[in-house]
């Protein structure tokens, strides 16, 4: 550990972290800790090959229960050298570790109600039912490894959350598909766990590598060799008493809640945070997307075929063997809406085929399979290093927009290994996704408002999911504590009360009972961060909106309230329109398709919308009893406008795959833990 270093620096928000006590240049190593000292299974092949340093508890798990996940097994083996006491080479660090660590798998069903309609998923096991399938028939069998209290479910959810939180994880990827694979290299790294992550990266100053290279330090007057090792550098000039930050991985606000258990926003209160996470996303089912363009051809009202459910089926399985819907289980598929790109290709394409009269339908995939059946036929064989380069160009750009949609092709693949001969093949399963672009809206313009008007929907379709509004999320947050209620009490005085007051009597000086504003609860820490969680994703549904209505700015429409821009969005009652086709993959020739436009709004809708609204602004206007000022109003309008209005940032991609996380999850849906650079 550098000299220059407090590893257990008090923060003031109550946390600790590592804060330098002197100035530190550019390069200078921060932390070096050699693999033998970290906590870690090998593995499967490996120790096979040597169990040299393996633990008793290690050779156990990997003897007689290999196909154990490598979080759980991680966990094990972290109780059995607790149960070691002074004797297990990781006391020190053990002792330097919190008692116990808030992660989403230690809140009760109250508090995950919070988390209501937002990307984190509870469908996993309850940790409970974890320990008593898959921990507790391992560790009854050798009582000598997990002595008591070692071997109780108190201990098991301690650790997993300490585990959950603080393990760097890394993966194993096939060079020549591009699939990555969960590896059962998971690293608790002391000192360098104790170093705090920052979602900006203007404040991040470290970097973190794995060196598979021999190395000889000098400790304690005594040389240590070793042949491989983790070395954390300042990757700029860090001052003194600046905190030393990495990162985690890109990773959302719901991501960091539910891996570690904290989320980077600074709540103070009386003052709403900066929510500025470039990573956050939000996700769109296949239910909701279906229900939304549902929605928007009813309001085109369109003549629809006699058999619309066939025709659904039909664009389903298209999109299937398009790669935008997961082959497996395709109603099952979310598409990843991201800050950086809140309208996917992804999303934008199958809005459009999933609008497609019949005709265009049919000609569409007509195209489609005959440039797939081209490209097959075209497909050379036996280049694996070409293959290989693609694969590694791929993982480059690091878009995360493609998400869901494209991971259950990955998972397809998973199971066979393919070797230089096969790339062919395994190209073919890597084909790119269909994208229409925006080709066929440039040339419909009526055809372009019903897509507006489809991802309008989807937005309304999302945001439903949650309990509260973008601005009630934003009050909780600035006041600290749930809407207040109404009490009645006694008020003397020659008038009634202003709101909601009954006149008890006419004469002077009686008393009159008046409705008095109580402030709610305040929230606690769990709630806060669920709020944070919720605006996040909410953040990134504005952001879709946006976009929908410039689509249809773009066209001419004006800048109004978002009802009407929908009403004006609906297209015509019937749509005349021609043989149209489009290429796959964005490359083909569209033809201009011909449409008539009528129709009219619903005026009296409207204005029942505008007069709903109007009595949604009085209540918020008696949020806290005393009555907000304006500026207090202005200031949460500002949200709503900071989060139309928000910035990309750039993306630094870790890849994608799919890892144990431990019970309190079922996997992330994006990004993985960091993984140390080998």
């Known amino acids: 550990v550098h000299d220059d270093l407090d590893l257990f620096h008090p923060l003031p928000n109550g946390d600790r972290g590592v804060v330098a006590t002197a100035d530190i240049k550019e390069g200078e190593q921060l932390v070096l800790v050699p693999v033998n000292c970290t906590l870690h299974l090998p593995p499967l092949e490996d120790f096979k090959k040597s169990q040299e340093g393996c633990s008793e508890a290690i050779k156990y798990l990997l003897t007689h229960h290999p196909g154990l996940s490598p979080f759980i097994a991680t966990v094990l083996v972290a109780l059995s050298e607790l149960g070691k006491g002074t004797t297990s080479q990781y006391y020190r660090y053990f002792r330097s570790l919190p008692p116990s660590c808030d992660c989403l798998m230690s809140w009760d069903d109250a508090d995950k109600a919070e988390l209501k309609g937002t990307s984190i998923d509870h469908g996993a096991d309850h940790p409970k039912h974890v320990f008593e399938k898959q921990a507790q028939p391992c560790i009854s069998q050798r009582p000598d490894l997990w002595p008591a209290p070692y071997n109780s479910l108190e201990q098991f959810l301690r650790v997993a959350g300490l585990v959950q939180s603080r393990a760097f994880h890394m993966e194993a990827e096939n060079w020549v ?5 969960e590896s059962a290299e998971l690293y608790l790294i002391p000192a360098i766990d104790m170093i705090n992550h920052s979602t900006s990266h203007a404040r991040r100053n470290t970097t973190l590598l794995k060196l598979n290279a021999p190395m000889s330090v000098e400790v304690e007057g005594q040389t240590v060799s070793f ?3 983790f070395t954390m550098k300042a990757q700029r000039d860090i ?11 890109e990773l959302s606000d719901a991501q960091l809640l539910q891996t570690y258990g904290f989320v980077d926003v600074e709540l103070k209160a009386g003052e709403l945070p900066q929510l500025d996470n470039p990573n956050n996303c939000a996700l769109v089912s296949w239910s909701e997307l279906l229900s939304s363009c549902r929605v928007a051809l009813q309001q085109a009202e369109d003549e629809e075929e ?8 039909a664009k389903r399985d298209f999109l299937v063997d398009c790669h935008l819907l997961q082959r497996a289980a395709p109603d099952r598929t979310e598409f990843v809406l991201t800050r950086a790109k809140p309208l996917s290709d992804e999303l934008l394409t199958s809005v459009q085929v999933l609008l497609m009269l019949r005709p265009e339908f049919e000609e569409l995939k007509a195209e489609w399979e005959e440039e797939q059946q081209q490209k097959t036929q075209a497909q050379p064989v036996g280049k694996g290093s070409k293959g290989k380069g693609k694969a590694e160009q791929a993982k480059g750009k690091g878009e995360k927009g493609k998400g869901k949609a494209s991971k259950a092709d990955k998972e397809g693949g998973k199971d066979s290994e393919a070797s230089g001969a096969e790339a062919g093949p395994a190209a073919k399963e890597q084909a790119q996704p269909l994208s229409l672009g925006t080709a066929l809206l440039d040339d419909d313009e009526d055809f372009a408002k019903l897509v507006a008007f489809a991802l309008l929907q989807v937005v309304d379709t999302c945001m439903s999911r949650y309990a509260t509004s973008p601005k009630e999320d934003a009050r909780l947050l600035k006041h600290g504590r749930l809407e207040g209620v109404e009490e009645i009490a006694p008020s003397a005085g020659k008038k009634g009360a202003k709101k909601g007051g009954k006149k008890a009597g006419d004469k002077k000086g009686v008393q009159f009972n008046e409705a008095v504003q109580v402030a709610g609860p305040e929230l606690n820490m769990r709630q806060k961060l669920a709020v944070v969680v919720r605006l996040g994703e909410k953040d990134v549904l504005q952001l879709l909106k946006k976009r929908a209505l410039m689509c249809m700015m773009g066209m001419g429409l004006g800048d109004e309230e978002e009802e009407e821009e929908k009403e004006e969005a609906r297209p015509s009652r019937k749509r005349q329109r021609g043989k149209q086709g489009s290429g796959a993959g964005g490359s083909g020739q569209n033809k201009k398709a011909a449409k008539q436009a009528s129709g009219s709004g619903k005026a009296a809708s409207a204005k029942k919308q505008q007069e709903e609204e109007e ?5 918020d206007e008696d949020f806290d009893g005393e009555g907000e000022s304006d500026d207090d109003d202005e200031e949460l309008d500002e949200v709503e406008r900071e989060m139309l209005d928000s910035d990309d940032s750039d993306k ?3 890849g994608e795959v799919d890892y144990d996380d431990g019970p309190g999850e079922a996997h992330d849906r994006l990004k993985p833990h960091p993984a140390p650079e080998d």
């Open 652 to 654: 630094v991609g870790y």
């Open 177 to 181: 598909t591009g699939t990555k694979q």
């Open 239 to 249: 001052k003194a008493g600046e905190q030393v930050l990495h990162t985690y991985g």
């Open 615 to 619: 009595d949604e602004d009085e209540d």
């Open 227 to 229: 042949d491989s090792y």
């Open 306 to 313: 006699k058999d619309p459910e066939g025709l659904e089926a």
